[in-house]
């Protein structure tokens, strides 16, 4: 659906260089900037100045965006590091005094965390990226309600005092954090489509449920497959953007539009079940661009974990690798790994006696 409020393409992508897009919108007239740029910085200079080079643009469109955000609005840039040839440069370290000679506030640096890093042979493998929060002024909105999650401790209660007995803790949940542990969009995820570095769409729905209200605007730049539409379109936000390649602009018209092309295909498993759970049509009609099995699955089969699972399970694995490096310096006895097999089953081992013992995780 194309709805025109005020001359602004509100629900369209731009196929195209999104600087034109940009100098094309009025200031202040979109509440949320969300987008991941593109980084991988061009082979045909010499490291060091292609990176000034990207930057500078970066700099450009970044005041553009700076320049049509309205005075209540936020803007989050997920950037990862650049390397080459074992250098390496953390991006948002370089984005964070562009984004302050943009005249705009910081709020938060966000680490996305991943459970597996890149192989890493002469440097420590990297596991994170980040998000940098910036607001225009300090009259932005921040709904936490919308995105609160479980306590940890969720049933703890006051021992004594005049609260005695009542729950120590928010019973509708905590500030997620500024550690966020989406799982990457690749192997395996519904959403993957062919895009090879996609948003997942539980990370933007953190984003726009934070800082925007039903009915404002959305922009990203840098569409790649949709995935700032598509979330915009399920909650009710307007969205608008940009995206050089063509076959990435086709995929996200295709996310936005839910139905099958005409060969029965999906741009992704997701978008293949939502509209199974929808219509009631037989699941095996359907094919998905980057099917690798016979036939879709259905979604009820499918093992989903949400993020508080990652989470914890990141932090255990973390403990235990601290704690098996803690006792081989002092050397102890290393722990044995709880999920050798990694497919959360049961997993035998090897006692010292050369028995077979079976541990049960994730029970
Ligand atoms: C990191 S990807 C964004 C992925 C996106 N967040 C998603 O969930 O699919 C960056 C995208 O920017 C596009 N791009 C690169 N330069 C561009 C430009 N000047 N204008 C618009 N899009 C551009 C690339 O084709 C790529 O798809």
């Known amino acids: 659906m194309t709805i025109e409020t005020n001359n602004l393409p509100l629900n369209q992508i731009i196929l195209g260089d999104c600087i034109e897009l940009l100098k094309s919108l009025p200031d202040?007239?979109?509440?949320?900037?969300?987008?991941?740029?593109?980084?991988?910085?061009?082979?045909?200079?010499?490291?060091?100045?292609?990176?000034?080079?990207?930057?500078?643009?970066?700099?450009?469109?970044?005041?553009?965006?700076?320049?049509?955000?309205?005075?209540?609005?936020?803007?989050?840039?997920?950037?990862?590091?650049?390397?080459?040839?074992?250098?390496l440069?953390?991006?948002?370290?370089r984005f964070f005094p562009i984004l302050e000679s943009c005249g705009l506030i910081p709020r938060n640096r966000i680490i996305w965390a991943r459970q597996h890093g890149l192989h890493a042979q002469k440097k420590f493998s990297c596991r994170h990226e980040t998000i940098l929060w910036f607001t225009k002024s300090d009259n932005y909105t921040f709904n936490l309600d919308a995105i609160r999650v479980p306590q940890k401790y969720?049933?703890?209660?006051?021992?004594?005092?005049?609260?005695?007995?009542?729950l120590s803790c928010n019973p509708n949940g905590k500030n997620p954090g500024d550690i966020w542990l989406f799982r990457n969009v690749k192997h395996n995820h519904e959403e993957q489509t062919i895009h090879p570095c996609q948003f997942p769409e539980d990370l933007v729905a953190r984003i726009i449920l934070a800082t925007t209200h039903t009915g404002e605007i959305v922009f990203d730049p840098y569409m790649g497959s949709g995935t700032v539409a598509v979330v915009s379109q399920d909650y009710e936000r307007f969205f608008i953007g940009a995206e050089l390649e063509n076959k990435y602009y086709h995929i996200a018209l295709r996310r936005l539009s839910k139905k099958p092309d005409k060969n029965n295909y999906f741009p992704n498993?997701?978008?293949l079940r939502d509209y199974v759970e929808?219509?009631?049509?037989?699941?095996?009609?359907?094919?998905?661009?980057?099917?690798?099995?016979?036939?879709?699955?259905?979604?009820?089969?499918?093992?989903?974990?949400?993020?508080?699972?990652?989470?914890?399970?990141?932090?255990?694995?973390?403990?235990?690798?601290?704690?098996?490096?803690?006792?081989?310096l002092r050397g102890e006895e290393i722990p044995v790994d709880p999920k050798l097999n990694g497919n959360g089953k049961k997993t035998k081992l090897a006692d010292k006696k050369g028995e077979q013992i079976e541990l049960n995780l994730w029970d």
């Open 89 to 93: 440069i953390p991006l948002d370290i």
């Open 278 to 328: 929808t219509t009631g049509e037989s699941i095996n009609k359907f094919r998905f661009d980057v099917q690798v099995a016979k036939r879709p699955s259905e979604r009820s089969k499918a093992k989903i974990y949400p993020e508080e699972y990652h989470l914890q399970s990141m932090e255990e694995r973390l403990l235990y690798e601290e704690t098996a490096f803690a006792n081989s």
């Open 28 to 87: 202040e007239c979109v509440d949320l900037v969300v987008s991941s740029p593109p980084y991988n910085l061009g082979k045909e200079y010499e490291a060091k100045k292609a990176l000034e080079i990207y930057l500078e643009e970066q700099t450009s469109v970044l005041r553009e965006c700076s320049r049509i955000l309205k005075s209540t609005g936020s803007l989050f840039w997920q950037v990862g590091a650049f390397s080459d040839r074992g250098m």
């Open 269 to 271: 498993l997701k978008t």
């Open 154 to 166: 969720q049933n703890k209660k006051h021992y004594r005092g005049s609260r005695k007995g009542e």
